[in-house]
């Protein structure tokens, strides 16, 4: 199978081009990715010489280019991961989200319509179905919660979301759509909560934390996201939503006295913040479709997956280093456009 993985460069599209060329070693994998600045080549170092794996730079949103393409590589799959996904920076500039998230998203149906791809798959977000509120623990996300979005991520998510259905629904494209909760692990880029406390706390840095710090957010360690997608792309119903999660909830402040702890660090450093906008108070999900349909079991729990992922940003401090840095952002002409292993 010739697989197309489009955001491969990114945290859990990173993670899973890592997963599938090293699983499935017959089948081809595809990463096509824009290199925004949360696009990192480096993450993609441990496959890039593989001879299942080819790298290819573009926008999902580019229109001429993305229907070129499928007419040259032939996909039978198709795993969208190419997204915006910052909120904060939604809250800033929502324009971009749409054109990704939405335009991006859109531009791949057709293409996959026009093709007739064997599966699309569109990974979304539990941040679709809004926020649950701190004093209701009984409740959680199902597949059946309403959308009921807060954010411009999440309504660019949520818009990309419905457009998957109705093209399943309008055009018969046989499509999934998995929502999974706040990821964690290797190759998190240093902008969000848990590699954003690591790198912070290395460096004797404040850690910002928004409003009162109770906001509870659901973890689940990259790789059994990763495993989740696979399982849903090769033995979901088509047509069909699963929810992503293990059960995993903390508040940001019990999350970043964790990792200040297991860093040897003190609570001092911990800095209060003016609140996000419109911040969501919490996320819980409900994964029994998942695990009932598709047998998934979450391999690690946030006790188990937390020490592994401090463990890796204390083994690889030149990755997130060259982020902060920039230097990253060189890594593409050095290694790709000098060699010539990529197209523009
Ligand atoms: P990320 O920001 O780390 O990576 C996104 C990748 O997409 C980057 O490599 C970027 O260069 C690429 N990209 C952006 N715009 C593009 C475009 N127009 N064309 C091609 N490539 C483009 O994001 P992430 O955290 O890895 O999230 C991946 C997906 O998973 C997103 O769709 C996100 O909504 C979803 N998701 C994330 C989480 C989470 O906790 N991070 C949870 C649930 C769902
Ligand atoms: P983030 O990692 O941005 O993910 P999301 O907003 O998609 O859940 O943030 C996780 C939580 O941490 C969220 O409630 C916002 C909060 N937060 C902080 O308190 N300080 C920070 O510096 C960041 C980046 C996030």
């Known amino acids: 199978m010739k697989i197309l993985v489009t955001g491969g460069a990114g945290f859990i599209g990173g ?3 890592h997963y599938m060329v090293n699983k499935y070693p017959e089948d081809m994998i595809v990463n096509l990715d824009k290199l925004t600045y949360a696009g990192n080549l480096e993450t993609c170092k441990p496959v890039e010489d593989k001879p299942n794996y080819k790298f290819i730079k573009g926008d999902i949103a580019d229109r001429e280019f993305i229907m070129d393409l499928f007419e040259k590589e032939k996909f039978d799959v198709v795993v969208n991961f190419a997204a915006e996904s910052h909120v904060d920076r939604s809250i800033e500039d929502p324009e971009i989200f749409v054109k990704t998230n939405v335009m991006g998203t859109t531009t791949l149906l057709d293409a996959c319509v026009k093709y007739g791809i064997q599966r699309y798959h569109q990974v979304s977000t539990d941040e679709v179905y809004g926020d649950l509120p701190l004093d209701r623990p009984d409740l959680f996300f199902t597949e059946n919660t309403p959308l009921h979005t807060s954010s411009p991520y999440s309504s660019a998510k949520a818009s990309a979301d419905l457009f998957v259905l109705a093209y399943h629904r309008t055009y018969g494209l046989p ?3 998995s929502r999974c909760s706040n990821n964690y ?53 088509v047509g069909e939503v699963y929810n992503v999660g293990g059960h995993n909830e903390r508040t940001n402040l019990e999350v970043v006295k964790t990792v200040l702890h297991a860093l040897n660090k003190p609570e001092s450093l911990i800095t209060f913040v003016t609140d996000r906008k419109g911040h969501d108070m919490r996320y819980a999900i409900d994964p029994t479709k998942l695990e009932t ?8 729990t946030f006790d188990t997956g937390i020490p592994m992922t401090i463990q890796w940003y204390l083994d690889n401090k030149e990755w997130w280093e060259n982020i902060i840095s920039g230097e990253y952002q060189n890594y593409f002409e050095k290694m790709y456009v000098e060699k010539g292993r990529a197209k523009e």
């Open 293 to 300: 349909e598709l047998g998934w079991k979450p391999k690690y």
């Open 15 to 17: 993670n899973f081009v």
């Open 185 to 237: 692990g290797p190759y998190h880029f240093p902008e969000k909560l848990i590699p954003l406390i690591i790198s912070r706390a290395l460096n004797d840095e404040t850690i910002p934390v928004y409003g009162t710090g109770e906001n509870v957010r659901d973890w689940l360690h990259v790789y059994d996201h990763c495993v989740a997608i696979d399982l849903i792309v090769r033995k979901g119903r």
């Open 175 to 177: 499509v999934t759509i």
